[in-house]
Every structure is written in structure tokens, then in C-alpha cells.
């Protein structure tokens, strides 16, 4: 997948594409639309600059869905570094996938209306994402042995139709709270 030009030598290079990045899964999450113009503002960039590193709305949507996944799972160690395994899946979800369906739904928004389709990869580090997530409280004796992966992903799938504008983190403690008590031992 091509992410736009970023050359390793340039830092304002690598700063404008993660601006750009962050801008465009902030409009995606909001409303769904790709207006290069309005990414370029928020994230304090020429325009130009934008379709340099992402010439197509459909470069940039996958490019926002890529790293959204790649923070999904790349966080990870650093939850069950910092906290108990059942408090570092709680974080995780709260604080990490509840955003990424938030974005998610805007993200298909825009793919239905670029007839573009999402790489089939990121189901896979999904469910590689939550069986680190519950192998380490397997063995923390948090939750029962026999817990599907496919089966908490499906569960948490209903993140995908929390509202940004609404109180969205009662929403997600409530239905990870729900999971919880469905997998603990």
C-alpha cells in the first residue's frame, strides 16, 4: 500500500505526513468526509502538501486505516507493561479500539463512496491484537481458558456504532464491562 512520499532524511517531512495522518482520521471520525482542504487547515499545512504525500483520497483513507490498525496493536505490550492484564484490556478498549470504530465507521463512509476496499490483513492483527490481550490474562487467571479471539472481536464489533457527540465512554465501559463478565473465570 502506498502511503505517500516520506523521506527518512527530512524530520518536517515525517512531522507534515503524521499531521496530515492525524487530521484526516479526525475528520473521518467526525464525518466521515475526505476534503483535503479542510485536512490541510487542521493540520496546519498547505495543501499541496497534502496531495504530495497522499494523491488520491483513497491512498489517504487507507493510509488513516492503516495506522489506526498498526496503533492497535503496537500498543499493546506497552498496556500489559504498565497495568494488571484485565486492567490493560480494559485500557485498550476504552482508550484505544472504542477510537478506532469511531474512525472506523467514517473510514467506511468514505471507502463505500471511493469504492475502495480495506486490506483483509487488518482482521488478522485484529484478532492476533486481542489474543495477546487475552493469552496474558489466561494466564493471570482473569478469564476462562477457552475464550475465542474471533468471538470478543465480534462482542466489541458493537463499538463500531458508538457516536462521537454522545457519551461514548459510558457506552464503551458499559459493553466491555458486559464482555468482561462473559470471559472471566
Known amino acids: 500500500m502506498t502511503t505517500g512520499s516520506v523521506s527518512p532524511r527530512r524530520a518536517d517531512t515525517r512531522r ?3 499531521l496530515i495522518l492525524t487530521a484526516a482520521a479526525s475528520s473521518l ?3 466521515g468526509a475526505v476534503s483535503f482542504n479542510a485536512i490541510a487547515k487542521q493540520a496546519g499545512v498547505g495543501v499541496g502538501t497534502v496531495y504530495r504525500h ?3 483520497p483513497e491512498e489517504l483513507i487507507l493510509a488513516v486505516y492503516d495506522r489506526e490498525v498498526t496503533h492497535l496493536v503496537e500498543v499493546i505490550p506497552q498496556l500489559l507493561g ?3 492484564p484485565e486492567q490493560a484490556f480494559r485500557v485498550w478498549v476504552s482508550d484505544h479500539l472504542a477510537h478506532y470504530m469511531m474512525t472506523k465507521r467514517g473510514l467506511a463512509k468514505a471507502l463505500s463512496a471511493s469504492r ?3 486490506p483483509s490483513s487488518a482482521h488478522e492483527r485484529m484478532i492476533e491484537a486481542i489474543s495477546s490481550l487475552l493469552e496474558a490474562n489466561a494466564e493471570a487467571g482473569t478469564i476462562r481458558r477457552d475464550v475465542s479471539p474471533e468471538t ?3 462482542g466489541l464489533a458493537g463499538l463500531f456504532y458508538l457516536d462521537p457527540d454522545s457519551d461514548w465512554k459510558t457506552q464503551t465501559a458499559d459493553l466491555t464491562e458486559l464482555i468482561w463478565r462473559g470471559i472471566r473465570c
Do not use: G, I, K
Open 54 to 56: 497522499f494523491p488520491t
Open 116 to 118: 475502495s476496499e480495506l
Open 82 to 84: 504498565e497495568h494488571d
Open 152 to 154: 470478543v472481536l465480534r
Open 16 to 18: 507534515n505526513h503524521e
Open 29 to 31: 471520525a467526525n464525518s
